[in-house]
C-alpha cells in the first residue's frame, strides 16, 4: 500500500447517509446520519466536512468506494451517480461494493446474511469467511430455514425470525471502504446499481398515436 493513501466510501442506500474516510488503511474519520430522504443533498456536505478535516482536497484521493445496493432505489441511484462523476472528474477508480458483502466483512465461517427487502421478503446472499458462496437472491421469508446462521443489521424487522444471528461486526462505510482498498488495482468496472426486484412505481406506458 503507498503511504498516505486516500480512500473514500459512501453509501446512501438506506435511509441513511454515511460517509468513511481511510488514510493509509486506517479510518480517520465516519460519519453516519440517519434520514428516510434528502441523501442527494447531504452526501457531497459530508465528503466535504470529513475531508476538510483530514486537511485534504478532492484531488488527493486515490479511490472511491460505493455502495451499490440492494437497496431504495432512489438512494442507490444516488450514491453510484455520485461515485461515477467523481471517478471521472478525479481520474480514479469508483470501486462498487454490495451492501451483503460489506456486512460479511470480517465473518467466520458459513453465515448467511440478510437484508429487509419488505412484503416479508428478504435479500440473502451466502458466505464463508467473508467470500461469497453464491449470487445474492431474494425469497418470501415464509420460505426461509429460520435455524441458519444468519448476519443482520441490528435494527432490521426480521431479526426475530432466526434463530442464530449476528450483527456486522464492522460499519457499513468502513466495510466498503476496506473492500474498496483491497480492489484497487484490480480490474474493477463502472459501478452499477445492484436491483434484486421490481421497482414499486409502474413506469408510464407509452400511448398509442391517436389517428386523425
Known amino acids: 500500500m503507498p503511504p498516505n493513501q486516500y480512500v473514500l466510501a459512501f453509501d446512501t442506500s438506506a435511509a441513511h447517509c454515511a460517509v468513511s474516510?481511510?488514510?493509509?488503511?486506517e479510518c480517520f474519520d465516519e460519519r453516519i446520519e440517519p434520514m428516510v430522504k434528502g441523501q442527494a443533498e447531504r452526501l457531497f456536505p459530508l465528503c466535504e466536512k470529513i475531508l476538510t478535516l483530514a486537511n485534504i482536497s478532492w484531488r488527493k484521493l486515490d479511490a472511491i468506494g460505493v455502495c451499490i445496493g440492494p437497496g431504495n432505489f432512489t438512494g442507490v441511484r444516488v450514491g453510484v451517480s455520485a461515485a461515477r462523476g467523481l471517478s471521472l472528474s478525479l481520474k480514479i477508480p469508483a470501486i462498487g461494493i454490495s451492501?451483503?458483502?460489506?456486512?460479511?466483512?470480517?465473518?467466520?465461517?458459513?453465515?448467511?446474511?440478510?437484508?429487509?427487502?419488505?412484503?416479508?421478503?428478504?435479500?440473502?446472499?451466502?458466505?464463508?469467511?467473508?467470500?461469497?458462496?453464491n449470487?445474492?437472491?431474494?425469497?418470501?421469508?415464509?420460505?426461509a430455514d429460520f435455524?441458519?446462521?444468519a448476519i443482520i443489521n441490528a435494527d432490521d424487522k426480521n431479526i426475530d425470525l432466526f434463530k442464530n444471528v449476528n450483527v456486522p461486526k464492522c460499519t457499513l462505510p468502513n466495510a466498503i471502504a476496506r473492500l474498496a482498498i483491497n480492489r484497487i488495482g484490480s480490474e474493477n468496472s463502472r459501478p452499477a446499481?445492484?436491483?434484486l426486484q421490481e421497482p414499486n412505481a409502474d413506469l408510464p406506458k407509452e400511448q398509442p398515436p391517436k389517428l386523425i
Open 21 to 25: 474516510l481511510f488514510i493509509n488503511g
Open 135 to 143: 449470487k445474492p437472491k431474494i425469497i418470501n421469508t415464509q420460505n
Open 99 to 133: 451492501r451483503l458483502e460489506a456486512m460479511a466483512l470480517d465473518s467466520k465461517s458459513k453465515a448467511s446474511v440478510i437484508m429487509d427487502a419488505r412484503q416479508d421478503k428478504i435479500y440473502i446472499q451466502d458466505f464463508f469467511d467473508g467470500n461469497a458462496l
Open 147 to 149: 435455524s441458519i446462521d
Open 193 to 195: 446499481p445492484m436491483y
